[in-house]
């Protein structure tokens, strides 16, 4: 395997604070690496400098050993797929049409899908489980089925950098299930390099090869879930106190706050 999206000593400032200090991480073809750590601690702001939306102060990020920052947005939608969560989705657009849009980077101005372009949405939404769907508007669909078409859609690129930004959040359980399995299968099936913010600990535990935990601005540790995901780390993070045992079915660690 080899390293897809890389991040070199990145360090991000806001006005008046410092975010990200020096952060480096390697994510390979075929893995999930999770980001987690407390609200503020810099989840969300390291998949926007990874998708180049964010330009760091220091550092750069590299997908297939390019500079992020040196590419034209186009160029960064074909190598880097980005996954928001699915409350920001234009409700009137058919979910066919939402996949589609993933294919712009392959076309010019003007310019409509061609049949490559139809093949590849296609087999996007047959990978996500969303063909059944692909007439309906996005606003007429449940929580869960709209984060698919939104993973559709990402697939659809082509890129071979997977990168969601809390992709569970506000969902029921079954469809938490539903999108975790599939991010999971796509990594291994499809041989992308993903790299996911998540809030909960026992959902990162049964997705992810490694863990990446976030706090004061760096990787307090990175590891597999058994070497990160530990009371005494998680409560040095968090500030309280955490008890971790083996999840009775899956073998993971089971998290418990409190």
Known sequence: MSAALVFEDVSVVYPGRAVLDGISLAIDTGQVLAIVGPNGVGKSSLIKVASGILRPVHGRVLVDGRNVADLSPSERARRVAVVPQANRVPPAFTAEQVVLMGRTPYLGWLEREGPEDQARAAEAMHRTHTTGIADRPMGELSGGEQ????????????????????????????????????????????????????????????????????????????????????????????GLEIHVMDHPIHGTPLVLAG
């Open 147 to 238: 984060q698919r078409v939104l993973v559709a859609r990402g697939l659809a690129q082509s890129a071979g950098v997977l990168l969601l930004d809390e992709p569970t959040a506000h969902l029921d359980l079954r469809h938490q299930d539903e999108i975790l399995k599939l991010v999971r299968s796509l990594a291994g099936d499809a041989g992308l390099a993903v790299l996911i913010a998540l809030h909960d600990l026992n959902l990162v535990a049964r997705i992810a090869d490694r863990v990446a935990l976030l706090s004061d601005g760096g990787v307090k540790r990175l590891g597999v879930p058994q070497e990160v995901l530990t009371p005494e780390l998680l409560a040095a993070a968090y």
